[in-house]
T-cell receptor, first 114, second 115 residues
């Protein structure tokens, strides 16, 4: 069964600093991996997804994530944090093909210090 | 174009009551999925419907049911409400319901409080 573990329920960085949000996955089949962002009182928005093409995936708002099979990781990074990046971030996994069920991690709240 | 719309935005019920939540997908999308997000946790998959048929079901009791209408809108019903059903219920739509290949578009959710 698939699962994802997000390390750190809360991460705080200074504006302009590197953002690193950690995600490790468990899957018995080649996974499809996602990062979603949730702003207060809003639904989830897809940041990026990995579907077995390039291991370095670029997303919206300057975010990117690297799939590392040997480490079963899919960490999310952004070189320079902006105040508008403050939100809840969710890592998620699903099987390939027509699988309908997406498994979300417990989330990491990102705070940005001025 | 309008995004995924959910109604109502907030709802307060008492234990034992029944509730119906509604979702209208993006125009042209034929698949609707429902997720439950308890405070402080990630969303949990409840159901997916595609072309009015159930395509997937999460680990939720039979008190939870859903259906999809010919216009692709959907309702989620929860019977015999428990305090633990208090959560944000999210609806997501996509064109064909292929979770790995398609982008899911989420609504802003219905906040259900059970007292």
């Amino acid at each position: 069964a698939q699962s994802v573990t997000q390390l750190g329920s809360h991460v705080s960085v200074s504006e302009g600093a590197l953002v690193l949000l950690r995600c490790n996955y468990s899957s018995s089949v080649p996974p499809y991996l996602f990062w979603y962002v949730q702003y207060p009182n809003q639904g989830l928005q897809l940041l990026l997804k990995y579907t077995s093409a390039a291991t370095l995936v670029k997303g919206i708002n300057g975010f990117e994530a690297e799939f590392k099979k040997s480490e079963t990781s899919f960490h999310l990074t952004k070189p320079s944090a902006h105040m508008s990046d403050a939100a809840e971030y969710f890592c998620a996994v699903t099987e390939g093909g027509s699988a309908s069920k997406i498994i979300f991690g417990s989330g990491t709240r990102l705070s940005i210090r001025p | 174009d309008a995004g995924v719309t959910q109604s109502p935005t907030h709802l307060i019920k008492t234990r034992g009551q029944q509730v119906t939540l509604r979702c209208s997908p993006i125009s042209g999308h034929k698949s609707v999925s429902w997720y439950q997000q308890v405070l402080g946790q990630g969303p949990q998959f409840i159901f997916q419907y595609y072309e009015k048929e159930e395509r997937g079901r999460g680990n939720f009791p039979d008190r939870f049911s859903a259906r999809q209408f010919p216009n692709y809108s959907s309702e989620l019903n929860v019977n015999a409400l428990l305090l633990g059903d208090s959560a944000l219920y999210l609806c997501a739509s996509s064109f064909r319901g292929q979770g790995a290949y398609e982008k899911l578009f989420f609504g802003s959710g219905t906040q259900l409080s059970v007292l």
